[in-house]
């Protein structure tokens, strides 16, 4: 019987690309994005390609919900792997940042995850197997190149998430790990970007020269989320091109 797995955010961009790596290795996986059309539109295009793949409504800052939806999906195929993608990106500089930007970022960065995660520790620490991975930022890192302090706090606030979340984890026989990206090539980052800004920032920042595919975080996770990572967690593996050396 296939593994189950379920991927926050999962209709587009990095989330899709992950949905799509976990599906290719044989997990039955759920697309839960707040965007039910969107993810729908994504499942039926991998079921056509004999992906097994479903699309579920959920909206990570409901704590309700997230139990909910996670239980669902679990009684259908016990999960294995859950990863917590949803996020916000924004802009902004710390004096012109308003609460509500604030609040709006930290329930979908910070409180999203944990919760999503909790649910998914409840589900797998009875069966004493199961991998989380998170997916944090460069960002939580290092500050980004555009004022961005609260998307900035909450990634670093994913990374000591993880740590924490593993030590409990540990005992139960569920890992938890996360995924530190640098600047993808996502349609959502392409739309932002001009060419010549993405030239740009790949010279002057990426020691590779150019900015992550989405496939790449992908396979990041799904080695996370393996037994090849078997001995692995409480770990942020950075892919970023070289960013932070």
């Avoid at 030239?199 to 996770?221: D, K, M, N, Q, W």
Wanted: aromatic share 4%.
């Amino acid at each position: 019987m296939s593994d189950g797995a379920l991927v926050t955010g999962g209709a587009r961009g990095i989330g899709r690309a992950i949905v799509e790596a976990l599906a290719e290795r044989g997990d039955r996986v759920a697309i839960a994005d707040i965007d039910l059309s969107g993810a729908e539109r994504a499942a039926a295009e991998l079921r056509d390609r004999d992906l097994d793949v479903r699309a579920v409504a959920l909206d990570v800052t409901d704590v309700q919900q997230v139990g909910d939806v996670l239980a669902e999906v679990d009684r259908e195929t016990p999960l294995g792997t859950v990863v917590c993608n949803a996020g916000l990106g924004q802009a902004r500089p710390i004096v012109e940042t308003t609460e509500d930007e604030y609040e709006r970022v930290m329930a979908v960065n910070v409180k999203g995850v944990f919760f999503v995660l909790q649910a998914a520790l409840r589900l797998m620490a009875p069966r004493s197997r199961g991998s989380i991975v998170s997916v944090s930022s460069t960002s939580g890192f290092t500050a980004s190149s555009e004022p961005m302090a609260v998307y900035d706090l909450s990634k670093a606030a994913v990374r000591m998430l993880t740590a924490s979340a593993a030590r409990e984890g540990a005992p139960a026989g569920v890992r938890v790990n996360a995924v530190a990206p640098g600047t993808v090539g996502t349609d959502l980052v392409r739309e932002v970007l001009s060419e010549e800004s993405i030239a740009r920032l790949s010279r002057e920042r990426i020691p590779l020269g150019r900015l992550a595919e989405p496939t790449e975080i992908a396979e990041a996770v799904q080695f996370l989320s393996s037994d090849a990572a078997s001995y692995m967690t409480g770990h942020t593996l950075v892919v970023d091109g070289g960013w932070l050396a």
